[in-house]
């Protein structure tokens, strides 16, 4: 573990012009499409532009809601991103970084 963190930071070895902190993700990768839904739902009542123009890429490449198997945005209320990364960590079945996050703060609510 670690071999993609600088200085607290993650570092992308695959495409290291990504600035630190940031992970990169294609909308085409079907592995993480289900995830950038998500995001976009999350996202949407801070940036509706930012919301539609994610959903309008994924459905072009061939994504189809309802098919993700997270249930972020089916919750009653408003999704953390500390829900979508447990979420991740769930289907992806790392429980050692499950608890890690779980242990941190919960995001305070956005207005």
Not at 86 to 104: H, S
Request: glycine share 6%; aromatic share 8%.
């Amino acid at each position: 573990m670690g071999a993609h963190i600088i200085d607290g930071e993650f570092q992308s070895d695959k495409f290291p012009t990504t600035p630190r902190g940031l992970v990169p993700l294609a909308v085409k990768d079907k592995r993480v499409q289900h995830l950038l839904w998500e995001m976009a739902q999350i996202w949407r009542s801070v940036d509706i532009e930012l919301a539609e123009d994610l959903e309008h890429l994924l459905l072009v490449a061939g994504f189809k809601p309802g098919t993700s198997p997270f249930v972020i945005a089916e919750k009653k209320g408003r999704a953390t991103m500390k829900d979508l990364v447990l979420q991740c960590f769930r289907y992806f079945r790392n429980d050692e970084v499950e608890d890690r996050v779980r242990a941190l703060p919960v995001e305070p609510p956005r207005r």
